[in-house]
């Protein structure tokens, strides 16, 4: 199909990609020059260059994207309402990753870690090859969007990350299939006595994402207490804490199911019905 023609021809179109992949960057490139409007749930458009990232957000209004950080939860909207009414950011700290925060809660339960992992990719949580999840890089790319979103000009490599697996079980060396079918079962032990291990001192387990300041962009495991707001969650649950000027010591928090189909398909839904009123 020669979308560029399509979309040439008409207004009131919004290209949605829900895909995970890089190859539609070029082509949504191509619909922002034509003036069209743009819905994701795809991230790795948004966590590539600098250059890329300008070029699809030039339209502010013409873009929306809330699917890509919590699924449907109000992430997105709820930062821009208080950039956009000049309500500094200061920090953002939460637990991102749907996948992670099931994996970590059943592991806790005494479940296998691989097991759990494939149940989650069952689920719907994870992406289609779920080492994005395990590897740190899908928080990364949330973590990144956010922190463009809060005017910091930095890449993907400026965040440190924490994989749960070793390079040698990374894509380039086994298939999705190998993986769950073999190699996962070798970090069972290890993600278990991580788990026993901050159990014994009453704490638990958490993938959590830090965006503070001008500087500071990290994710990774973290120990945290049973009784936090971190520690706390349950399933496929994310929870994001914001600290701005107005939100200083008490932060506004938005917590709820960060993964799934239907979840997600809700926030790409209510994306394009939002774009609607672009076109009364
Ligand atoms: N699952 C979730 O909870 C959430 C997912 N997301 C994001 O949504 C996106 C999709 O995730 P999910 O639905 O789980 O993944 P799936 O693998 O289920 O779906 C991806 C779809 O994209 C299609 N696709 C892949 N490459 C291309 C391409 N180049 N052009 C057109 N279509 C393509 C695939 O088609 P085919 O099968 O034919 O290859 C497939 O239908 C990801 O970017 C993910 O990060 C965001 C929030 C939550
Ligand atoms: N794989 C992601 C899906 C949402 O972005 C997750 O587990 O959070």
New binding site residues.
Partial sequence: MDIAALLGKATGLAFVD????S??IRMLNQVVDMGCCVVL????PLTSTMEDYDKLVSYPRRIRHE??VG?GLPVIASLNRLLSSGDPVHRIIGSLS?TLGYVMSEVEDGKPFSEVVKVAKNL??T??DPRDDLSGM?VARKALILARLLGRRINLDSIKIESLYPDEMGPDAMSVEEFLGSGIVSLDNDVQERVKRASLNGNVLRYVCVIEGSSRCEVGIQELPKDSPLGRLRGSDNVLEIYSRCYNKQPLVIQGAG???DT?AAGVLADILDIQDLFP
């Fill in positions: 829900c895909s995970a992949s190859e539609t749930a795809n991230k790795k699917s890509t699924a749907g719907g949580f992406e289609p899908d993964a799934g189909n997600t």
